[in-house]
């Protein structure tokens, strides 16, 4: 089999810094000449009405995972939370996760978590942060707002917690400034989002003045880990988002959100046997 040829940013660090500075400069480019009203005014006051509501712990433990980092990523996303909390989304406004958080350096408060770099992961600077990112793109999958912008990176970077799957549990992917997490609110009435954490949990809310007519639902089908030719192993699943009619429970739409095929990236020992096909 021929060696497959490597990509300019895979070649050295020097040649991934390189890349890395011209996307970051194409995005501030983009953003210069974009006209999307990006929201940026907080509210310290919650709105009255929660449209959806997500938690989770932000550590890890286990053998090979360095404590060290997770407390890190723990304390970049307290950071981060702080940025984000009592954000109020016009009607017409765009959520930027980066407008809002701003570049992840040392300067600015962050310190070295764990990041995927070219399919490895290592130590970097806010690192940890797409933890936060997932757990916003939960609220707004659960939501009539529109996700315009979401990048997928694997979901498989750990075992599932007491080997319980929650579908969209992971996966979305964040790096200062171009790949980021945005919304637009297509609705008529403002939405807030809020975001805390408790002890080593994360906690966070999409708010509003007044139910939505509609309630949403993510689902996951053909869930299992497959071994491929290259001789790793992939999660494999079909996730679809589904809408209901809050009065009756009806079912109105069901659509494919993503079609997960993501490398495992944790010890394949600890794989269920039950789930490999």
Same mark, same amino acid.
């Given at each position: ?44 006051? !919650? ?15 286990? #053998?090979? &995972? ?17 940025? &984000?909390? $009592?954000? !109020? ?11 809002? @958080? ?10 070295? $978590? ?30 009539? !707002? ?16 007491? $080997? ?14 171009? &790949? ?17 954490? *408790? ?5 966070? *809310?999409?708010?509003?003045?007044? *139910?939505? #007519? ?6 996951? *089908? ?13 999660? @494999? ?41």
């Amino acid at each position: 089999m021929p060696k497959q040829r490597r990509l300019f940013c895979e070649i050295s660090p020097a040649t991934y810094y390189i890349s890395l500075q011209k996307e970051i400069w194409k995005r501030k480019v983009k953003n210069a000449l974009s006209k999307e009203r990006f929201a940026r005014t907080k509210q310290t006051e !919650m709105l009255p009405v929660v449209v959806s509501s997500h938690a989770g712990n932000m550590i890890k433990r286990g #053998p090979g &995972i360095d404590p060290v980092l997770q407390q890190n990523k723990a304390d970049n996303i307290r950071l981060a939370c702080s940025r &984000i909390d $009592g954000i !109020m989304v016009q009607p017409g406004e765009t959520f930027s996760f980066w407008q809002l @958080v701003g570049k992840t350096s040392k300067r600015n408060g962050f310190a070295d $978590g764990r990041v995927l770099v070219n399919g490895r992961l290592v130590a970097g600077v806010g690192g940890g942060l797409c933890n936060l990112a997932n757990t916003l793109c939960l609220l707004f999958l659960h939501s009539p !707002m529109t996700i315009t912008e979401l990048h997928h990176h694997s979901d498989a970077l750990a075992p599932d917690p007491n $080997g319980v799957r929650v579908p969209y549990s992971a996966g979305t992917s964040v790096n200062w400034n171009f &790949i980021d997490l945005r919304f637009r609110n297509d609705t008529r009435q403002p939405v807030q989002v809020h975001t805390w954490c *408790e002890g080593d949990d994360l906690r966070a *809310e999409l708010r509003t003045t007044e *139910e939505y #007519p509609f309630t949403y639902k993510i689902t996951e *089908e053909d869930h299992h880990f497959h071994k491929e030719e290259n001789g790793k192993f992939y999660r @494999v699943s079909r996730i679809y988002r589904e809408t209901y009619n809050r009065a009756n429970g009806e079912q109105i739409e069901r659509t494919l959100n993503w079609k997960n095929h993501s490398e495992v990236m944790f010890d394949y020992d600890l794989i269920p046997k039950e789930q490999i096909r």
